[in-house]
């Protein structure tokens, strides 16, 4: 039994591990392996009898997974718990197994293999997930039932790839600055890999430091940067539409206590409503590196680093011309089971507008780790599901998937910055107002997000658990409205 776990931790583990959560007046009570919490690795699949690449059937069901994220490793690994033994291959053009990306931000100087969400390549195999990394996969054709990829598949000269069921599972990539003058200049940033995270806190020492953009990823890096006193100035540059940074996730009051933070710990200088307009190198003959960041309004500021986190776009374009249907910024729309409009093509994670329950069965989008999960998760169960109907032999008993149905979970996430930890749950887009409970000066608060007088989201800093209370709230589908806020925290009533 552990006792008063910090809540960061626990918010990981609960979404990888099979654990039972209790709050008990200010102690959140996990109870689970004590070595799945220590390694922060779920390795509950190797313990169990399960299938090997050398018992595998070649010729069986194929299972092609596209993408190396979280969503990707979970609906690979729940195929297995399920008791699939066709072929599962995981493909991505990542040149690292799946990683825990959300960390990259938090930590710019983490060791890749420190970043794996498994223990190498020798866990794929014991468990029979093929493991294709650096292939990229440039065309799907449905009618075929193949993808196209970059490499060969080994021991053949074909790059076609055939499968039964295809899980789409890409993920975002970052935002750039292009095709805004001096975007390739060296020095100049995205933040997506453990090597682009090695490579921004290495290129940063002493370094007069820019970062674009005021959200999770640029305020992140900020932190750390900042906390390790790593270069020697850092300036953020908040977007044309941001006064403060988070405005649009977290709102002014939020975003203001967190810029006095940055500004307070390490002297951050913040530009507000203003973009960038250029880059440009300097004139003193070492033309290749950036130098000068033009703002939005004409200013210019010095700049060694620049450092671009102005969010992500989904990695689908590879997906044009193809008969899976997606919207008009590359997103694909799915079921409640994650499936497209096309039988055995799935899509899951951050690429994906899906039925939220809360909301309905509107479409959304949401981009979190914990949300990632439950797609992947929900996909493999369905196509086991559909193997089971269609009496498929494989072993293992079948969990059941309510799988017409919108899907019912609630987003949960977390940021650090500079020690102070904030939790979000809910789905606030689209919020019209905030109530403060609490302190924003003690920096003790729980904000509350709503839209039509209902709580849609919470952020908390000093106010744990009530995020995790608030969420389970919603998910037995409470309804909060402005009524039920206190003026003050709980534990101070």
Known sequence: MLSSVDCDVITLHIAIVPAQVTVQDDDVIVRAKKRHLIKNKRNDLLEKSCMTS??????????????????????????R?????????????????????????????????????????????????????????????VVAKSVKMSKSIPGTASKQLKYDDLVIATGGEPRTLEPIPGWNLKNVFVLRTPDDANAIAEASKDKKVVIVGSSFIGMEVASFLGAKKIPASIAVVCGKKSA??????????????????????????????????????????????????????????????????????????????SEIRMNERGFIPVDGRMQTKIPHVYAVGDITLFPFSWRDGELVNVQHWQMAHTHGRIAAMDIAESLRRTKRPYHAAISTNHSGRPIKSVPFFWTVQFGSSIRYTGYGAGFNDVIISGSLDERKFAAYYFKNDVVVAVATIMADPLAAQIAEKILSGVVITRNDIPVRLPEEN
């Open 244 to 321: 403060v940074p988070f405005q649009s996730s977290l709102g002014k009051l939020v975003g203001h206590v967190i810029q006095q933070i940055h500004e307070e710990k390490a002297g951050v200088k913040f530009h507000p409503l203003v973009g960038v307009a250029g880059l440009f190198s300097g004139d003193d003959g070492d033309t290749g590196y950036v130098r000068e960041v033009e703002l939005s309004d004409g200013t210019r500021i010095e700049a060694e680093v620049v450092v671009v986190g102005i969010g992500v776009i989904p990695a689908t374009s590879f997906l044009r011309g």
């Open 81 to 141: 718990k399920e008791g699939f033994t066709g072929r599962v291959i995981l493909v991505s053009k990542e040149r690292h197994p799946p990683y825990d990306r959300p960390k990259l931000s938090k930590a710019l100087d983490v060791s890749p293999s420190s970043a794996y969400l498994r223990p190498g390549q020798d866990y794929y195999e014991k468990i029979g997930i093929e493991l294709r990394n650096d292939v990229e996969v440039l065309e799907v054709d």
């Open 54 to 79: 050398a018992n595998v059937e070649p010729e069986d069901h194929n299972v092609v997974i596209i993408g190396g994220g979280p969503s990707s490793l979970t609906c690979a690994e729940t195929l």
